[in-house]
């Protein structure tokens, strides 16, 4: 079992910067991907970013050139630099991971999730 648990979440002015922090404790050995995703309200929840242990980064496009993840496996932490944000960014940020249990079989684990508001 892995636990993660985020940090970082609140309200901010549009054109404004946020820092999310991640960390997954547990049965973290087995740990490949780690990201972010998100969910506004009435959508469903969408990719935003997540980096592969071995720094293989994807990026949706509505983030690129925004947001910024970055990993330290040493501490099991991941993070989310959020810059020049606007309100369409406002959603509930999730924290994933994916464990490798086998060469077929993975698990995904969930944050609680941190609230992200974006809004003047």
């Known amino acids: 079992q892995v636990q993660l648990v985020e940090s970082g979440g609140e309200s901010v002015q549009p054109g404004g910067s946020l820092r999310l922090s991640c960390k997954a404790s547990?049965?973290?050995?087995?740990?490949?991907?780690m990201g972010w995703y998100r969910q506004a309200p009435g959508k469903q929840r969408e990719l935003v970013a997540t980096?592969?242990?071995?720094?293989?980064?994807n990026y949706a496009d509505s983030v690129k050139g925004r947001f910024n993840i970055s990993r330290d496996n040493a501490k099991n932490m991941v993070y989310l630099q959020m810059n020049s944000l606007k309100p369409e960014d406002t959603a509930v940020y999730y924290c994933?991971?994916?464990?490798?249990?086998?060469?077929?079989?993975?698990?995904?684990?969930w944050g609680q999730g941190t609230q992200v508001t974006v809004s003047s």
């Open positions: 980096m592969t242990t071995d720094g293989t980064i």
């Open positions: 547990g049965t973290t050995y087995n740990i490949n991907t």
């Open positions: 994933y991971t994916q464990s490798v249990l086998s060469r077929l079989v993975r698990r995904d684990y």
